[in-house]
């Protein structure tokens, strides 16, 4: 059987896991899993909402509309936009993965650009598809290309992965203003703002005056849903729209029926609203108390925060991987984040934040001792 190789290499992080577990099994000692990108400090409890879900409804036995069901969409509509938006603007996919990929295909662009320091899967997607991608450094740097970049794409994520970092909120509405007013397409995709946001959040409301933009969104970190695989994508074009809706019918025939109850469920009933409050509050809180711990005790790396500022659910530190994983601690060195950078990124880790508070200072203190 003759294969076509895409010729890419499978997520850093599960090497990292499994590494890490037979380390763990081998020593009987236990080692801290801050590789993973998922919030870990609590599970959203789910017992609750999942008692006023019929299972034995057509709802759940039967295919689901193919970009989405409405009910969800409205959902949506009202937790995320105010009710602004039209719910044909809104598609469900089976995780922010899958939303970011088809918009990537369907969108007419000569290159995507994406920042120096991403989401491995961004470029590995591009790389599948045959798409061009290249790197920008800053937001200053985007504007010293601007005229270059009018059939192009942007990519921006707030708060981002790896550095777990935000923007100012009216700067990076400015930038996304300035390139859709230029022509260039800008895919903001920010599954972890919703983490330490909740509906009062508008700032998706303003961006529905901006009509080169695709928003892409997942329920995998801001509910902890990650198993659930849940997403969405939001754009104004109708014709994009179509095309999401043909691509998601031709190539899922529909997204998880079960798993769009859930979430519509914690949207908006009662039960599910108090289950996404505790989760959201306890979560913060947490991811809050190790990021200023890692500042105070010298482990951020100050150098990557200078437009920016770390609120989680990831942050760099200026840790290698290996030293970390000597010390017990999984990570993702930040070398495998960026392109063009991996040698001066070796230095650097990226860890997860949202983890118990006492668990975290107990693993790097153990470490500060040492080194
Ligand atoms: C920046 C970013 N975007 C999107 C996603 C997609 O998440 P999922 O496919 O789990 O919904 C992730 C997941 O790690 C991510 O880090």
Redo the contacts with the bound molecule.
Sequence with gaps: MKIKKTNVALPAIHEMGRKIQQLSAETGQEYLFLQR?INSVVNIELNEVVKSIDFNSKEIQTYPPSQGRAELREAINNEYFGGKTDISCISICG????G?DNAFQITDVRKIYLPVYH?G?YHNAMKIRKIEYAEYDSFESLNKIISDIKDCAVLL?DP??PFGNKYDENEIFAMIKKLNDNGTVVFY?S??RRVFYDKNDNFYQRLLDIDNLVI?D????SLGL?GQ???FVHSKNAEFNHEMAVRLAFATNGTNAFAQILVEKLLTTEAGKKAVTDFKTTTVAEITKNIKYLKEAGFIANEFYHESVPIGIFAIVNVSEDVLLENRIGSVSLSKFTLSHKQEASKYSRVCVSVNHNKFVEFFENMKAKI
């Design positions: 990108g995780g922010g993965m899958p970011i989401w899967n994520g981002g992965n995709d599954p972890y892409l997942s329920f995998s970190k990650s695989r849940l997403g």
